[in-house]
């Protein structure tokens, strides 16, 4: 018996050995496989004991990916030499609150064996419209008050949707943005950055000194470039130099970003806000430039019927489906939407169309209509993959992409994905056998 168990072992070291060495990336839509993450926001928690329960509870719905806050308004919700402590943890900004949430958070997933992904916003400078207090260290706007965006013809744009914004173009804030992000992809062992609020506030900012020499420059060089273009074309890279700064400090992180659901308004619909047009987030841009690995694109609304009218879920999730050959496609799908049976056919929505996972927004949402254990019992019923037994993240597209292509080429009868959850097990019990 005990020979047995450890012939078991070597050949699922072996099988895990060779899927390894796989590269392509396909979409996946089978619940096996796919991504099943959830944001946690700063509003979530109190306390450590509170984080360690959410992302147990995160776990044990279901969920595989926890995006944890970890930047809101140009502060720090982990150990920091560059920015302040966030005034949420204490009532104080810059005040240590004496324990790290983002440490707290990695060490329950590590735990838990799901991913963890720091969650940065890039634009929001601030909250209000007063400039932050003193702290230590020194908040962005208290140093660099010209970074803020500038609205066209109206100055200083203090306040949008709640929060000061920055401007993305300036290279000054551009090289702080890479510094803080080093920071964090260095000293944690995340296993993705995920960027929000990658954007500008509106389609009439930033019209601040620095942006407008840049663009100046920019139309001596091209003449036919107008504003908006240059915009967004400046933020798509950007976004794609965050992401190789992000992997030359941590190979093999994944880079998310969370982007607007409507890209643009094809179907003429009234009183909606378009990505590309009105915050300059040309998000079909960065999956031709491969500015990130994955676009989860927030489409916060549930289907109509029939399909196609005002915001309809499942319009804007065919809309975004045709970048999957391009980019690691997640659904972004807002807990608020509706009723329990909208979430499951969103999820359903999603798998049919070939997402590779959804990510819920947000955690309390779901905790307060008690839809966890719902979850479990429903849409998340079928396992998906955690991580492995080895700590390390397993690139489950690249296994199933080579697994299913020999399986069917040689038995081709049997559904692959059955031997794939036989080959994950095996690797469990190889773990157990070698390393307990």
């Known amino acids: 018996m005990i020979g047995s168990i450890k012939k078991k072992s070597i050949l699922s070291v072996i099988v895990w050995l060779w899927v390894m060495s796989g590269s392509d990336r396909v979409a996946v839509a089978d619940p096996l496989l796919e991504a099943r993450g959830i944001?946690?926001?700063?509003?979530?928690?109190?306390?450590?004991?509170?984080?360690?329960?959410?992302?147990?509870?995160?776990?044990?719905?279901?969920?595989?990916?926890?995006?944890?806050?970890?930047?809101?308004?140009?502060?720090?919700?982990?150990?920091?030499?560059?920015?302040?402590?966030?005034?949420?943890?204490?009532?104080?900004?810059?005040?240590?609150?004496?324990?790290?949430?983002?440490?707290?958070?990695?060490?329950?997933?590590?735990?838990?064996?799901?991913?963890?992904?720091?969650?940065?916003?890039?634009?929001?400078?601030?909250?209000?419209?007063?400039?932050?207090?003193?702290?230590?260290?020194?908040?962005?706007?208290?140093?660099?008050?010209?970074?803020?965006?500038?609205?066209?013809?109206?100055?200083?744009?203090?306040?949008?949707g709640g929060y000061m914004f920055v401007s993305l173009a300036n290279p000054e804030l551009q090289a702080h943005l890479l510094a803080v992000i080093q920071e964090i992809v260095s000293k944690y062992d995340v296993d993705g950055l995920h960027l929000d609020y990658a954007r500008y506030p509106s389609s009439h900012t930033s019209y601040d000194r620095v942006s407008n020499?840049?663009?100046?420059?920019?139309?001596?060089?091209?003449?036919?470039?107008?504003?908006?273009?240059?915009?967004?074309?400046?933020?798509?890279?950007?976004?794609?130099?965050?992401?190789?700064?992000?992997?030359?400090?941590?190979?093999?992180?994944?880079?998310?970003?969370?982007?607007?659901?409507?890209?643009?308004?094809?179907?003429?619909?009234?009183?909606?806000?378009?990505?590309?047009?009105?915050?300059?987030?040309?998000?079909?841009?960065?999956?031709?430039?491969?500015?990130?690995?994955?676009?989860?694109?927030?489409?916060?609304?549930?289907?109509?019927?029939?399909?196609?009218?005002?915001?309809?879920?499942?319009?804007?999730?065919?809309?975004?489906?045709?970048l999957s050959g391009q980019v690691k496609l997640l659904a972004g799908i807002n807990v608020e939407a509706g009723d329990f049976s909208v979430l499951e056919q969103e999820v359903e929505i999603s798998r049919e169309l070939g997402y590779q996972g959804v990510v819920l927004f947000a955690y309390r949402g779901l905790a307060q209509r008690e839809w966890l254990d719902t979850l479990s019992a429903g849409v998340f019923k079928s396992p998906a993959l955690p991580r492995d037994w080895l700590g390390e993240r397993l690139h489950w597209d690249r296994i199933s992409t080579q697994f299913r292509d020999v399986w069917q080429k040689w038995v081709g009868w049997v559904p692959y994905e059955s031997i794939l959850w036989g080959v994950f097990n095996g690797l469990s019990h190889a773990g157990k056998t070698l390393f307990d």
């Open 39 to 160: 944001w946690v926001t700063r509003w979530d928690y109190q306390s450590a004991q509170e984080l360690d329960s959410i992302i147990e509870k995160a776990a044990r719905a279901g969920f595989n990916q926890i995006y944890f806050q970890v930047r809101a308004a140009a502060d720090a919700y982990y150990q920091s030499s560059l920015v302040p402590w966030a005034a949420r943890l204490t009532g104080r900004l810059g005040k240590d609150p004496k324990w790290d949430p983002l440490a707290c958070a990695l060490s329950a997933a590590r735990r838990m064996k799901i991913e963890l992904h720091a969650w940065v916003n890039l634009a929001t400078g601030w909250t209000g419209d007063r400039l932050p207090p003193k702290s230590r260290p020194k908040h962005i706007l208290r140093s660099y008050p010209h970074w803020r965006v500038v609205s066209r013809g109206r100055g200083d744009l203090r306040q949008a």
């Open 213 to 322: 020499r840049l663009y100046r420059i920019a139309k001596k060089e091209d003449p036919s470039m107008d504003r908006a273009a240059w915009q967004r074309n400046r933020l798509a890279h950007f976004i794609k130099n965050i992401s190789e700064h992000a992997k030359r400090v941590r190979p093999g992180i994944e880079v998310s970003a969370a982007v607007c659901g409507i890209y643009k308004n094809r179907w003429d619909w009234s009183g909606v806000v378009e990505g590309s047009v009105d915050f300059f987030q040309d998000s079909h841009l960065w999956a031709k430039m491969g500015s990130v690995d994955v676009l989860i694109p927030m489409m916060y609304w549930k289907p109509t019927q029939p399909p196609g009218k005002k915001a309809d879920f499942f319009t804007l999730a065919e809309d975004f489906k045709n």
